[in-house]
């Protein structure tokens, strides 16, 4: 069975902890990472801890994904949100990879603040995959595998400045910003056992009360395994290290279609990003000061259940 861990502060001391409903059961030990948290202990004596001794009501909850981890994300990996894209899921046959900021990782009811600059800030709900050893070299992972390579999942939160991440052709400066990723609440430990829940997973994300992204796993174009075959090939993990795996179509962006992108590639670079600036400006989906956003992740069994992200956006005044 999945072991749900959460990081957590509490009489002014870092700790962690297992949680079964409302109640927190302490892991004995110190760690100074999420990497040093999965080194050091074992599902089968997390699940053996007796029941919790403390009140979910009664600590503060921190992003289980420490910041002292690499923080690698997937685009466009679903294939309605590749469509409405204006992708082709059967033409693209590269997996786009790029990074976030670590100090953009914040815990899960975190504020999402927007930057004054900002106009037009987005949403993303992701699955993170949490990695449970070093990776130091090519490795060929399978679905049989996996289990080796993968540790568990959280919910993932990769709030974009859309008017800084596409004008700018700044993934990273536009996905990075304080407060852009959300992590937790809870940490999903997983045993070999688990890892068929990855492709059967419901991700779901509202903007007060209205659903705005609702999606499975089972719909991933690249999924954990064949990412981690590639990436392996390119750059050196650490255990603890955080994979966020994409997102479902309905984000607030608006992307012109493949005929009008073609059109616009012919006008000067002022007048491309006018029109594409007036285009967005007029989409009443992103976010704006006072919205709660609310993120879910959990198998329809509810074996599964990473809880949910709540974050209230407020503006730098």
């Known amino acids: ?9 509490h009489q002014n001391e870092r700790q962690w902890g297992v949680i079964r409903g409302e109640r927190i059961t302490p892991i004995p030990g ?3 990472s999420t990497g040093e948290l999965i080194a050091g202990t074992r599902l089968d004596e997390l699940a053996a801890l007796p029941d919790g001794e403390l009140a979910l009501a009664e600590i503060k909850l921190l992003s289980p994904v420490t910041r002292n981890q690499q923080f690698v994300c997937q685009g466009a990996n679903y294939r309605q949100h590749m469509i409405e894209s204006g992708m082709d899921p059967d033409a693209k046959h590269f997996n786009m990879i790029f990074t976030k900021a670590q100090s953009c990782i914040v815990a899960a009811d975190s504020e999402l603040i927007k930057p004054r ?15 449970r050893r070093e990776i130091a070299g090519k490795v060929t992972v399978t679905d049989a595998t996996l289990h080796e390579f993968v540790a568990g999942v959280v919910i993932v939160n990769d709030y974009s400045a859309r008017d800084i991440q596409i004008p700018q052709m700044q993934f990273y400066k536009g996905k990075s910003f304080r407060t852009f990723g959300p992590v937790g609440p809870f940490l999903c430990l997983l045993g070999p056992q688990d890892m068929g829940y990855l492709k059967q997973l419901q991700l779901r994300l509202t903007v007060n009360g209205e659903v705005r992204q609702n999606d499975s796993t089972a719909n991933l174009v690249f999924g954990p395994a064949e990412t981690l075959s590639e990436l392996s090939g390119v750059q050196d993990f650490a255990a603890g290290d955080l994979i966020a795996t994409g997102t479902p179509a309905g984000c607030a962006l608006s992307i012109p279609s493949p005929t009008k992108q073609r059109i616009a590639a012919l006008l000067p670079e002022r007048v491309k990003w006018q029109a594409f600036m007036k285009v967005q400006a007029g989409r009443s989906q992103y976010l704006k000061a006072g919205d709660l956003v609310e993120a879910s992740i959990r198998s329809s069994d509810g074996v599964i259940d990473l809880g949910v992200q709540r974050n209230r956006v407020v503006e730098y005044v």
């Open 1 to 9: 069975m999945p072991v749900h861990v959460v990081h957590f502060e």
């Open 30 to 32: 110190t760690f100074a």
């Open 117 to 131: 600059q900002v106009r037009f800030l987005d949403y993303e709900i992701e699955l993170g995959l949490v990695l």
